[in-house]
């Protein structure tokens, strides 16, 4: 990395990170909450690309271990990179097809919008479906003292929900981060050629 991509990973992980505290709970799941510091780890993937997008994620998942005490403990922030990576996939996705059938109109239009809010939504739901059973299944377990078996039922029973996350986080996050993305690239000299918008 040269020293300005070096600079945009050190300023955006430290927006994202300082708007991880600003969270909207999910009232649907207790302890889920709408983390407004995906919108920046989201715009760092559109306007510098999937390696400092990458990057800018895991530097603040370090961030948040260090910073914040949370319920899981050092398992949860790695966690949550997984479930951002998967929206990540999707996003990264659909602007690869998008980008071999662009016209001269390098603004992200609705239809790139949309096909990237549903494919964010298809590879977050599709990934982390599985990883919430079986994560939280055996977190329950431990955590809890229920048989493995019981746990699982429970979680049985949240899975819905947890799907409806998995599913809202990109409907709202995706379409806010190609707004702001759009606006920064007006004005922004150090975009390079990974970028997507």
Known sequence: MNTKAVAVTIA?????????????????????????????????????????????????????????????????????????????????LAEKVNKKKKTADKKASADLVGLATASGVISRTLIMFPLDYFFYGFLVSVVSGLTIAESYALVMLALPSMIIYNITVPIIMVPISYLVATRLAKYNPLMNKNAFI
């Open 12 to 92: 955006f992980t430290a927006l994202a990170t300082a708007l991880n505290y600003v969270k909207i709970p999910a009232p649907y799941l207790i302890g889920f909450s709408y983390q407004m510091g995906d919108i920046v780890l989201i715009v760092a993937l559109l306007l510098f690309g999937a390696k400092i997008g990458v990057t800018v994620a895991t530097l603040n998942m370090l961030m948040t271990i260090i910073l914040y005490q949370n319920p899981a403990g050092p398992i949860g922030p790695p966690y949550y990179l997984i479930s951002v990576l998967a929206m990540f996939l999707g996003i990264y």
